[in-house]
């Protein structure tokens, strides 16, 4: 089974919007490799993203994490 993989990144505050935008970024298998890649991601301080979202096929979340 795939899973779809979204990351929350900062909407820029400017705009007329405010808050987070969730953004695709792939499907995988493997889905727990992603999270962990993640958190390592976030731990070094390499990412701007907010928070990850994972869902399955039929777009039940089976991970989020803001």
Request: charged fraction near 30%; glycine fraction near 8%; hydrophobic fraction near 30%.
């Amino acid at each position: 089974m795939k899973y779809k993989i979204n990351i929350a990144t900062p909407v820029n505050t400017k705009t007329s919007k405010n808050g987070i935008y969730w953004e695709y970024r792939g499907k995988t298998e493997n889905w727990k490799a992603r999270v962990e890649r993640y958190h390592y991601l976030k731990e070094k301080g390499w990412t701007t993203a907010l928070g990850i979202r994972v869902t399955d096929e039929n777009g039940k979340v089976i991970f989020e994490e803001i």
